[in-house]
């Protein structure tokens, strides 16, 4: 097992009928007493029903809880696994980022996405057909904005001029970027915007045989470093061993789950993030389960000291 210093973080659940401002508490003062390096958060605004099909209220904004977090917090990383970059203007993400990198210390890491719910656009009057293209220009924006005292952007969604943006990040240039998603767009967008490639759900299979060969083909057109790989990956811990053609990462026992990890150690991976959620609401009534489940990870495979598996 290479030691590259892997570090291991934990999908907390900020949504659903058991989620409340003491489970969120709860979340991270686990995630931290157990040793973990990471604390992330998913992202919506309007809560239409194609969200609350998936991901009922009540749902608790990403930037507002990471901000209590960091407060709730001294050591571990905080995050957005991701924020839906179309749903705001780029001075105001640039300017929440910025602020909670400062009121954190420097623990802020900030995953982005394009977003799928197409209801969830139309309430927001944003256009879900331009939404890469939204993406794009105002992830220019907002490095533009982190990278200068006084920033200036001209483009075509979006243009302001001589907007000072004290108080800059902690981290520089600017906090750590994640891209999610496994489009042709998302990986052109990582290679093009980001400090790391954030999949979500993935097949280790698809990962090592198409997925990294691209983005590494695509860094290498365009004559730019290749992202840091930092999945978001399924646990399911199961008595019984599960289909290695069928199942996600993260997905089987404890010796699967490992092997997935030894993998992603190999492939280069800086980070894994742990998503409990298995899509039933119900189960946010009971985080109990996904505390146990993230425990005995931690105890059996992990050495979140070192960043290794045992």
């Excluded at 210390?105 to 939204?134: N, Y």
């Excluded at 001209?154 to 994640?178: L, M, N, Q």
């Excluded at 060969?213 to 399924?234: E, T, Y």
């Amino acid at each position: 097992m290479p030691r590259n210093g892997m570090k291991f973080g934990v999908n907390t659940i900020n949504f659903g009928p058991g989620t409340s401002p003491a489970s969120l508490e709860r979340w991270a003062r686990f995630a931290e007493a157990v040793g973990f390096h990471l604390v992330m958060i998913s992202d919506h605004v309007a809560i239409t029903p194609d969200v609350h099909s998936r991901y009922p209220a009540p749902f608790y904004d990403p930037f507002i809880t990471l901000g209590w977090l960091a407060g709730i917090t001294s050591r571990v990383e905080l995050g957005t696994t991701v924020a839906i970059l179309p749903y705001r203007h780029p001075l105001q993400t640039a300017r929440m980022v910025s602020n909670l990198d400062q009121l954190s210390g420097g623990r802020f890491i900030f995953g982005i996405g394009v977003g799928w719910a197409k209801q969830e656009f139309e309430a927001l009057a944003v256009p879900f057909d331009r939404r890469g293209r939204l993406t794009n220009e105002y992830l220019a924006a907002i490095k533009t904005l982190w990278t200068n005292d006084v920033a200036s952007f001209d483009g075509e969604f979006v243009s302001f001029k001589d907007v000072h943006t004290a108080p800059r990040a902690v981290r520089s240039p600017h906090p750590p970027i994640w891209v999610g998603g496994s489009s042709e767009g998302a990986l052109e967008r990582a290679v093009r915007y980001g400090d790391a490639w954030h999949p979500l759900q993935i097949r280790m299979a698809w990962l090592r045989d198409q997925g990294l060969p691209r983005l590494r083909k695509m860094a290498d057109a365009a004559s730019k470093p290749v992202p840091a790989l930092c999945p978001r990956i399924s646990l399911l811990l199961t008595d019984s061993r599960l289909d290695d053609e069928k199942r996600l990462a993260g997905q089987g026992t404890l010796d699967q789950v490992r092997a997935d990890l030894e993998q992603l150690a190999l492939l280069g991976a800086q980070y894994v993030l742990f998503d409990t959620y298995t899509g039933r609401p119900e189960a946010t009534l009971h985080p109990e389960s996904d505390w146990a489940m993230l425990a005995t990870l931690a105890d059996k495979a992990l050495d979140l000291q070192n960043g290794t598996l045992r």
